[in-house]
């Protein structure tokens, strides 16, 4: 079944700096990879997604991009933010609609 | 605005009890979720409902069942808590079919077993 690696599982950078989260996937039949955002005691919450016909996409600081050949994606957060503090996930789907986590960043923005 | 409502924010059972924890959904979801997430490891899918009165495993369904008599609502049972089973319990509802793939989540149980 499909497999997703997320690095790092912890990342601390200053306030105003940029971000990067890395996820892989093994599944080549995988189309569709979801970014989820979860602050603490909350509920994870959909950020940003990206489809296998496109190869990046952008949401006002935050971007995702997409290698198919590579079999990696990841997350770009630009300027960060002390509410950019929060736990995040990345995913692939298997399947019809099920989809499979990486472990999770820890991410902290430093004042 | 989808609503993914769970039945209990926290809850503390002891070994061997049959535990029930309620999901509902109010926006006529096609699909529905349980995961349990822990430290490290992410979220991991435990079962998952396309319809009414199906049901499909997870990667870890051992020690679990789920109900799904009503399409808005999808029950996981622990048949008899073990102490491995203290995690947070999270459901989750996607509209289904073509592009319906954005999972929204319940605020979670926190279960401990004692």
């Known amino acids: 079944g499909e497999n997703v690696e997320q690095h790092p599982s912890t990342l601390s950078v200053q306030e105003g700096d940029s971000a990067v989260i890395k996820c892989t996937y093994s599944d080549s039949a995988s189309n569709y990879f979801p970014w989820y955002k979860q602050e603490l005691g909350k509920r994870p919450q959909l950020i940003i997604d990206?489809?296998?016909?496109?190869g990046e996409k952008k949401d006002q600081r935050i971007a995702v991009t997409l290698n198919k050949t590579a079999k990696h994606f990841s997350l770009h957060i630009t300027e960060t933010q002390p509410e950019d503090s929060a736990v995040y996930f990345c995913a692939s789907i298997q399947g019809a609609q099920k989809l499979v986590f990486g472990q999770g960043t820890r991410l902290t923005i430093n004042p | 605005d989808v609503k993914v409502t769970q039945s209990s924010r926290y809850l503390v059972k002891r070994t061997g009890e049959k535990v029930f924890l309620e999901c509902v959904q109010d926006m006529d979801h096609e699909n529905m979720f349980w995961y349990r997430q822990d430290p490290g490891l992410g979220l991991r899918l435990i079962y998952f409902s396309y319809d009414v009165k199906m049901k499909e495993k997870g990667d870890i369904p051992e020690g679990y069942s789920v109900s799904r008599e009503k399409k808005e609502r999808f029950s996981l049972i622990l048949e008899s808590a073990s102490t491995n089973q203290t995690s947070m319990y999270l459901c989750?509802?996607?509209?289904?079919?073509?592009?319906?793939?954005?999972?929204?989540f319940g605020p979670g149980t926190r279960l401990t077993v004692t």
């Open positions: 989750a509802s996607s509209l289904g079919g073509v592009r319906g793939d954005e999972q929204y």
């Open positions: 990206i489809r296998s016909n496109v």
